[in-house]
């Protein structure tokens, strides 16, 4: 998808509200603007989720991303970096740097801002989408399909047309040398 010129654009006001949103692998996304709001420039979604509704290591190959944390706490790993980020802190992934993360709080709620790099449009916005179903309420779903559970295929097919690419294990143990590992028990190891 090509980026599309601001001429085109319309002004418009969006909140975290039902009609915005979706349930995304356990976790209740809000699309405050999608790529096709903003000629592909930028996504912006809120995101609230809970231990175990993590994915597992990527990178996105069109898009700069941003975590902000409105509550709870989460841990991200990029590059040998572990950082913890709490309510009010900012976490920047530059385009192509490899990244995963937990949530350390029972909740979080965080916004997720991704950026375009170069001629290509956004693509998580739509990644969401493609793997989401429609939200009937705005509270974590209670029996719903994680990334632990999907068919790994089918995240991997999506992402890759959407310029978000899983890492293997190989590549993760490499690139993220402080990542205990996908799914891994966090209370075992010092939660």
């Known amino acids: 998808m090509e980026p599309v010129q601001s001429a085109s654009l319309t002004a418009y006001k969006r909140t ?6 979706m349930f995304y692998m356990g976790n209740v996304m809000s699309f405050l603007a999608r790529g096709e709001d903003t000629g ?10 809970k231990p175990g509704n993590e994915p597992s290591p ?22 040998d970096k572990v950082m913890l980020a709490h ?3 900012v976490v920047f ?6 990244h995963a993360f937990y949530i350390r ?28 179903e429609p939200a009937t309420s705005m509270n974590l ?10 068919d790994p295929t089918h995240a991997t097919r999506l992402g890759e047309a959407n310029g ?19 799914g891994a028990n966090l209370e075992k190891i010092g939660q």
């Not at 709080?105 to 989401?132: C, E, K, N, W």
């Open 87 to 89: 309510p009010g802190e």
């Open 164 to 182: 978000i690419r899983f890492l293997s294990p190989e590549e993760t143990a490499k690139e993220l040398p402080h990542y205990p590992g996908f």
């Open 58 to 79: 990527h990178l996105h190959e069109w898009e700069h991303e941003t975590f902000y944390v409105l509550e709870g706490v989460m841990e991200v790993y990029c590059e």
């Open 105 to 132: 709080s029972p909740h979080i709620r965080i916004l997720i801002l991704v950026q375009a790099v170069g001629d290509r449009a956004v693509g998580l916005d739509r990644y969401f989408t493609q793997m989401a």
């Open 40 to 49: 592909g420039r930028f996504a912006l979604m809120e995101a609230q989720a």
């Open 141 to 150: 779903p209670t029996e719903a399909v994680t990334y632990l559970m999907d």
């Open 93 to 98: 992934i530059p385009q192509g740097k490899p």
């Open 16 to 21: 975290t509200a039902l009609d915005s949103t």
